[in-house]
Each structure stands twice: as C-alpha cells, then as structure tokens.
C-alpha cells in the first residue's frame, strides 16, 4: 500500500511495515521517517529548533 511504497522510497525498501507494529518498532519507524523527512526537505534535524521534533510529534500523536 500507500505507506510501504513511502517506506520504501525513504528507506530503500529496508523497512518492513507490519500491521499492528506497536512499541518500540512503530516508534523507531516513526522517529527515523520524521528525521529522513527533515533532511528531504534541507533541514537539520540536530539544529536546536528541530532537535526535540520526534518528541514533539509523539506527544502530538498520543492526545488524539
């Protein structure tokens, strides 16, 4: 589907989407797909703005 082309595409096809991935592998997965969107787009994910961007998003996630 949709979001095995876009792993694919950000990972060189080396990750595999599992349904239900819960835990640690759908945060890894999460917070590395965020950091390689950060530099697509030319930025630096260690730069102080950007450096709590994967916290950021996880909190977001939870309350919805």
Not at 25 to 31: C, E, P, Q
Not at 37 to 48: F, K, S, T
Request: aromatic share 4%; glycine share 16%.
């Amino acid at each position: 589907g949709g979001n095995a082309a876009l792993c694919a595409a950000l990972f060189g096809g080396e990750v595999a989407i599992r349904s239900g991935a819960g835990g640690d592998d759908a945060t890894g997965l999460r917070d590395r797909a965020l950091l390689e969107l950060l530099y697509a787009i030319g930025e630096d994910p260690e730069r102080e703005g950007l450096r709590d961007t994967p916290a950021r998003v996880a909190r977001s996630a939870s309350k919805s």
